[in-house]
DNA sequence: CCATAAGTTCGATGGATGTCGTACAATCAA
DNA sequence: TTGATTGTACGACATCCATCGAACTTATGG
């Protein structure tokens, strides 16, 4: 079965605010953003466990912060940069403009 | 002894995201921008417990969202909207512009 | 068909979190 | 001084959360 993604009217502010005030995943996020590109869960070498990563990917897709699609074996994942954008305008911008921190 | 307030270059984003993730702690941010004057701890009326706006109020102060001072018998709390402005410039604005959910 | 690679699922675990009630401290008013 | 008002401190408790390892699934490539 495919994983549940929220739809856009069902993003709710608590819920992205939540998925990225964990170091982890707004690293995540950051990286989705400088790509642009969709990018496989295991590119971020993190040293954190395979079960780990799946609980954050998790945490981020019922948020509605990312999409993630079956491609072969790997999983792509990209930022839902429009739908956030017209939920929250400015929100990921303001957050993505901060300094990163070390992970 | 004073409560401590974190300096405006300690104010940390993921602890002003999970500060802001509770929606009894963004309710309390929202009625703060709105009213621009500083406001006793006990004028929210949530239906929740002293001990728990306590603890709100704690955790929203030590993320460096608001300041609290003593006042006689009461608490005055204000929004610390130059620091964040000035740390994380375009969050508040863009957590506050979206819109209000029930508490 | 078999082995490998990429993720998921499923407990388990230690620590944080939101909530409460009761007791305490500090200030002000009568 | 006494009482009322405001808020804090301290446990307690149920839940959530970040993390792990081991077992499982699904697809790809010999």
């Given at each position: 079965m495919e994983p549940h993604h929220p739809d856009r009217?069902?993003?709710?502010?608590?819920?992205?605010?939540h998925a990225?005030?964990?170091p982890h995943r707004l690293e995540i996020v950051r990286r989705l953003d400088q790509d642009s590109e969709p990018r496989a869960c295991g590119t971020f070498g993190f040293d954190l466990s395979k079960s780990t990563m799946t609980?954050?990917?998790r945490t981020l897709r019922e948020a509605g912060v990312?999409?993630?699609e079956r491609e072969g074996t790997t999983k792509l994942t990209s930022l839902r940069r429009e739908d956030l954008d017209a939920r929250f305008p400015g929100l990921l911008d303001a957050?993505?403009?901060s300094e990163p921190v070390a992970v």
């Open positions: 009217s069902e993003i709710e502010l608590s819920a992205v605010l990225l005030s964990d609980h954050h990917f990312i999409r993630q957050v993505l403009s």
